[in-house]
């Protein structure tokens, strides 16, 4: 994990740091205050709630953030080190994301592309474009595995749970190839991983639409999993009794959250379903 954490970074700063470049090779700023214009308020809220989604999306660390927590060593307790760690996180992402964005957007106005390495209209020099796209293959090949631990993790523990003597679920095999180490198998591990990499990718091919998608994933994962769960974890370990201030403004806080995320979510596949018309 620590390994992949700081070679995930470097990678980050490099397609950032080449990105941004691109970006400012003509030297003119260009877009508006207003954001990108639309020919109607109907298409500018639904792009407001696709940038929601967006941001939501930017932060889907609460996905992983036990399965970190449990790596990490005291004293100081880990729950003071995640904290410190979760804020510094929060901030240095923030910040990376605003450039980003905001780079982007002054570079290419309402012309801006989701993919702002590839989606501008050129490509030279070809040996930066394609190093920084090796760097976000390598990046996102990481965090597909890290990201996906947590649910192969609870998927074949709920096999074995289920089956606790089936061979198929619970054995497994070493494998001796020329040249390399030995390969622990499993056959439900094989064939679960293996069903769930084809499924996802042809997703992804079905629906090649970056911003949509991500706003989908980003609002189906942001409330249940960062403003839900922590919300009602807090009311059980603190004995928050119900109707005091505090529980009214956690519970108004959580009610206004879950309002925001069905908003992007609705506005998500709105821009889901009319770029899919589009296309077809």
Known sequence: ???????????????????????????????????????????????????????AFAYPYSLIVIEIQDTLKSPPPENQTMKKASTIAIVVTT??????????YAAFGDDTPGNLLTGFGFYEPYWLIDFANACIVLHLLG????????????VERWFADKFPSSGFVNDNYTLKLPLLPEIRLNLLRLCFRSIYV?????????FPYFNQVLGVLGALFFWPLSIYFPVEMYFKQMNIEAWTTKWILLRTFSMFCLLVTLFSLIGSIEGLITAKLKKS
């Open 1 to 55: 994990m620590a390994i992949y954490s700081c070679c995930n970074h470097v990678l980050h700063l490099f397609f950032h740091w080449i990105g941004t470049w691109l970006r400012k090779r003509d030297g003119y700023v260009k877009g508006s205050i207003g954001g990108i214009s639309t020919s109607s308020a109907a298409d500018k809220i639904w792009l407001v709630a696709q940038a929601i989604g967006d941001i």
């Open 95 to 104: 910040l990376f994301y605003l450039s980003c964005g905001g780079f982007g």
């Open 143 to 154: 965090g597909y595995q890290v990201y996906s631990q947590p649910l192969f993790a609870n």
């Open 198 to 206: 084809v499924s996802t990718t042809a997703i992804a091919m079905l």
